[in-house]
């Protein structure tokens, strides 16, 4: 009874596709930057769901997503290479200096994410808010046009900063206001 | 908690005598604090007259992908109240007001100039040389006096003379009026100006008063508002008064002045609206979806102004104040005053050697440089030399903040999350109500700086689920590009199996030199394989017509139908001509012999049926005429010709070759 009762829940509520696959595609950075040697982040969240990975080679999402991973898969957290783990940068976009550009458009091929656009002999551009600073693009330049930026703060994009436990002398910011200050006279 | 009667306030007072919080309880709001007032000095003496400095700077906030039109260029001479810059009318972002000249001179320059903001980033400004001439433009905002009947009608008047929120958010006044009339009941005017040293809205209060009651008049009779509350601090006598004998006057809308207690964060939106009418704001809801419309005192001035003279904001009144200050004084300071230049106006003890404070010494920041201008939101500059640096103590948890939030958070608990970097916890207790009162810094006995942990906190979640939108954005466009590379490739892959077809059928029948033609454009193998399906769904009919069974696979697509159909044609052709030839591919001649059989199948059974039509279709299946006695020659014939064809190709290439190169020498 309850077999035939399990049996047909099965059938009824049968999930599609794996669940822990998508539950790691959902916390993983979606640079689709391919550095942890899968074509990118839902080949690798298919990978871990199936055990083939190891939780730590997602290296723009650094420890915080490796310990997600770990705790979604139940595997050891593992700490990341120490040697790109150190490398590990606050996210940039590419740039595209467009004097130097031929429109070879082999950076819009390599492009995850169509982020650039271009045809072939004409200037090509990165659409900022699209870029997720994979990187895949500037290692395929033939003029090495491309190069990794840091978005520009603006007032908008301005973070106030986190108090430190132990706050500095205030004097010394001032000093710096007075010469410059100064300059400015 | 209803508002006390006098007897009751007596009884709390005293017990307010021994226990200082019993004060709390004769406001109706949560928690709240008492720091001293500092507010009598700036009051003592008169408004200073308006000084006009040498630079005006007038720094223009976008915000992203917001699109300005300049209306001024470099080296043009303009009047007072002259209109400089403006949204564009393709705008669709975001809400900005124009901004106008506040005194006549010349545009010395548009460059980056420092914002007054505590980030000390720089936005695109205007630079005023004045020609202290103070040549005006009368009526700039071109208005007819007359009130306006209808909402819309004010918010474009408000729109154009630029007036934005003078209380400090700065959110322009024309958005936050509704489209339609009689969403409002209640119009609040807010002159609780709670942060310690700012007395410029009481001032303003003092000797506006008419002007401010009938610019509340203006929007309540626009707007179809039932009656008019106005909310002044106890500290203020003066100010009541005036404001009471102004509003005796007006007949139209009932207006009721009424005091409040004089408690930190009175002047909050929210806590005013609770205080006056009893309404609590839903969280995440503005005072507009509670019927209710709050503006400061000093915004409803300037709408006056500009409803009845066309005057648009140029200038505001700003209260210059601090410790360091032998006079603070309140003046009308024209947009673009660097604060520095006012701060000395004040005859400060010694040289002002620190960062001055934009705002009350509560909710204000310090400016990075001295000489940042005066801007529509800035209704205090604080000259106040930095205490001396507190060390921060362990939170001892004494639930101090807990008490003293107005907006009935936990700020403990906020501290400890935001520390540790748990920020969706964080985000779960409510951090985007926190008003950044600064309440809970003022009463920890630790010293910790807790508003500083929130507002990093709020812009950590701001940052947090920008990523996660990009990522979300990321992984769409990447999912779109694998499917399109998925399905550039299956077109690729068809249209080359076409292509190939196409070449197999031409190449044997027609001279091959010219039916092979190096490049065949796209166009023409679409065309070919165009045709090729057409004849197949004919031929496929037939064989089933015909009844043979060629088809190994059942299963197949119409598009490997059309292929092999094509491939059976081609064959039929080659096979017609040399099904007696030995020809070395066996299975071209087996499929061809099996399209011969099939064709001529076709061509008994259609010459059965008619005889006197001869369909398009037929004519593609069947170009040469049926013979099955072929010849050998025209096969050694093509051959011959394939290799004459190859030679002349390769000389050909030769001269080019000798071409290029001899080009490369001259070069």
Known sequence: MFGLLLGYAAVRFKVEGNPMAEQIDKILPQTQCGQCNYPGCKPYAEALAKGEADVNLCIPGGNEVMLSIAEITGLEPKALDESVAAEHTPKETAFIDEDVCIGCVLCIKACPVDAIIGATKLMHTVIQSECTGCDKCAPVCPVDCIEMRAPETTLETWQWPEPTSEPKPLASQYLDVNSTTEQRQ | ?667
Request: proline residues 7%; hydrophobic residues 35%.
């Open chain 2, 1 to 667: 908690m209803m508002t006390r009667s006098p007897f009751s306030r007596t009884i709390i007072q005293g017990i307010a005598a021994v226990y200082p919080m019993a004060k709390r309880w004769l406001h109706r709001f949560h928690g709240g604090i008492y720091p001293k007032h500092h507010k009598s000095r700036s009051l003592q003496h008169p408004i200073k007259e308006t000084f006009i400095a040498e630079t005006l700077t007038l720094p223009i906030k976008t915000t992203r992908g917001q699109k300005i039109e300049w209306l001024v260029q470099v080296g043009d001479t303009v009047q007072k109240n002259q209109c400089l810059v403006q949204a564009a009318k393709e705008n669709k972002k975001g809400f900005f007001v124009p901004l106008h000249a506040p005194t006549s001179g010349t545009i010395k320059a548009i460059t980056e100039a420092e914002f007054p903001h505590p980030s000390g980033l720089t936005t695109q400004a205007i630079i005023i040389a004045p020609d202290f001439k103070q040549t005006t433009l009368q009526n700039a905002l071109k208005v007819s006096g007359k009130q306006p009947d209808s909402p819309q009608k004010l918010k474009d008047i408000l729109l154009h003379a630029g007036i934005v929120g003078l209380g400090g958010a700065g959110f322009p006044t024309y958005a936050k009026i509704p489209a339609q009339k009689d969403r409002i009941h209640t119009l609040i005017i807010n002159g609780a100006e709670c942060e310690p040293f700012i007395t410029c809205d009481d001032v303003l209060m003092q000797t506006q008063a008419e002007p401010i009651l009938q610019g509340a008049e203006i929007v309540a009779q626009a707007l179809g508002v039932k009656q008019i509350v106005c909310g002044i601090e106890s500290n203020k006598p003066q100010a009541i008064q005036a404001m009471q004998t102004a509003a005796n006057q007006i007949k139209s809308v009932p207006i009721t002045v009424k005091t409040v207690e004089a408690v930190y964060p009175m002047g909050g939106e929210k806590q005013l609206v609770l205080e006056l009418t009893g309404i609590e704001m839903p969280v995440k809801t503005h005072a507009i979806d509670s019927g209710l419309l709050v503006f400061n005192v000093a915004t409803f001035a300037a709408i006056f102004k500009a409803v009845t003279q066309g005057e648009p904001l140029t200038q505001r009144l700003v209260t210059v104040a601090g410790f360091e200050l032998q006079t603070p004084y309140n003046t009308y300071a024209l947009l673009g005053t660097p604060f520095i230049d006012l701060v000395n106006a004040g005859q400060p003890k010694n040289p002002i050697q620190y960062p001055l404070i934009m705002g009350g010494p509560m909710m204000g920041f310090q400016v990075a440089h001295n000489e940042v201008p005066v801007i529509k939101t800035t209704n205090c500059i604080l000259a106040n030399p930095p205490e001396p640096s507190t060390f921060t103590m362990p939170c001892i948890r004494c639930g101090e903040c807990m008490d003293a939030c107005p907006v009935n958070l936990l700020p403990q608990q906020l501290y400890w999350h935001s520390q540790a970097h748990e920020f969706d916890k964080v985000e779960k207790l409510n951090v985007f109500d926190c008003i950044e009162c600064g309440c809970c810094s003022y009463v920890c006995p630790s010293h910790i700086p807790l508003v500083q942990y929130y507002r990093h906190a709020k812009s950590e979640i701001k940052t947090l689920h920008a990523e996660q939108q990009a990522a979300e954005l990321a992984k769409q466009r990447y999912e779109f590009r694998l499917a399109r590379i998925e399905r550039e490739k299956q077109e690729r892959e068809a249209r080359l199996k076409a292509k190939k077809e196409a070449v197999k059928k031409h190449s044997p029948t027609a001279e091959p030199g010219k039916s092979a033609p190096k490049k065949p454009s796209v166009a023409a193998a679409a065309a070919r394989a165009a045709a090729a399906k057409r004849a197949a769904a004919k031929a496929n009919k037939n064989t089933e017509h015909s009844g043979t069974d060629e088809q190994k696979s059942p299963p197949l697509s119409a598009r490997q139908k059309a292929i092999e159909t094509a491939q059976k044609q081609a064959a039929a052709k080659v096979g017609s001509k040399v099904a007696t030839a030995k020809d070395p591919r066996d299975s071209a001649k087996k499929s061809a012999k099996k399209a011969a059989v099939i064709a001529a199948a076709k061509r008994r059974t259609q010459a059965q049926k008619t005889t006197d039509t001869i369909t398009t279709e037929e004519k593609k299946v069947t170009p040469q005429p049926p013979s099955n006695i072929a010849t050998a020659p025209p096969l050694e014939d093509a051959k011959a010709k394939r290799q004459k064809a190859m030679e002349a190709a390769k000389k050909r290439a030769a001269e080019r070759k000798a071409r290029q190169s001899k080009q490369e020498k001259t070069e």
